[in-house]
């Protein structure tokens, strides 16, 4: 396992080195800081942009090269959110090399140009499959929660601009930084964020609440269909599986009729029968 003073500086590799055999596709010091931010983050005013305190950062960051901290149960739920947020923003932005990396800037500034969105998107997927794949899984671990925070923007005050202007720069910049680097990494990262899902193909743990609850109600229904068709003789088709329900609820149908139907005799035989001894 790889020592070393400090986590700030380390690539992507070395913090996975660091971390030891484990089969989590994502540094430890990311994946613990990005599901703290989910939990107790989302609601925060400010989260991300308001900073925490550098002594406590540089503590926190301490304990993933000093201790496991999976033995522990993982960052105490007593510390600040702002100070993990801020160390997740320290270590990404300490990267030797960019989570989007150096050589691949000018061509994600390239599709702020591109006016058709099928055509963005799909220039936008084939530069994110260029990176390399511990880059991907670190994208597809992160930008979750950043669309999370998002959706949470009554409440914490921080839209996808807000979060783009944040991790625009930190993400995605090349080795000469100046003012218009900058506000050109801001916009890749909004939009990157807009069609994350599209990009990735990672559409449902991205999307809103509302499409999520929609999303499933139809596999719900999808589920109860299937059901209902199949259950019955897995070895005919479908469509002879539907059928089947179909006349299998209407020989249910015909049934309760003719229960009702009985009844209803049988309370007509009774009530005249009633009525002959009445007349006797």
């Not at 010091?29 to 925060?44: Q, S």
């Amino acid at each position: 396992m790889l020592k070393r003073a400090s986590i700030y500086g380390m690539s992507l590799e070395e913090l996975m080195e660091l971390d030891g055999p484990s089969s989590n596709k994502v540094p430890y010091v990311i994946k613990l800081c990005v599901d703290f931010i989910k939990i107790h983050g989302l609601d925060i005013q400010g989260i991300f942009r308001e900073p925490g305190h550098q002594v406590s950062v540089d503590k926190l960051a301490s304990l993933f090269y000093s201790i496991d901290l999976s033995l522990v149960g993982g960052i105490s739920p007593t510390i600040d959110v702002h100070v993990v947020a801020e160390l997740l923003k320290k270590v990404l932005r300490d990267l030797p090399e960019p989570l989007f990396t150096f050589h691949l800037f000018d061509s994600f500034c390239k599709c702020l140009d591109i006016d058709d969105e099928k055509d963005k998107i799909s220039r936008y997927r084939e530069l994110y499959l260029q990176l390399p794949t511990i880059n991907q899984a670190v994208i597809d671990y992160l930008f979750p929660v950043l669309l999370d925070v998002h959706h949470h923007r009554d409440r914490n005050l921080m839209d996808l601009t807000n979060i783009a202007t944040i991790f625009g720069p930190t993400l995605l910049r090349s080795k000469e930084t100046d003012y218009f680097s900058t506000h050109k990494s801001a916009q890749v990262m909004a939009e990157f964020l807009q069609y994350f899902g599209s990009v990735t193909k990672k559409f449902s743990r991205t999307a809103s609440p509302v499409l999520r609850d929609r999303a499933k109600r139809i596999k719900k229904q999808k589920k109860k269909i299937i059901f209902k068709a199949v259950h019955a003789d897995p070895l005919t088709s479908f469509e002879e599986n539907v059928k089947k329900r179909h006349n299998s609820d209407d020989l249910e149908l015909d049934s309760t009729k003719k229960v009702k139907h009985k009844s209803a005799q049988q309370k007509k035989k009774k009530k005249d029968n009633h009525s002959r001894m009445t007349s006797t």
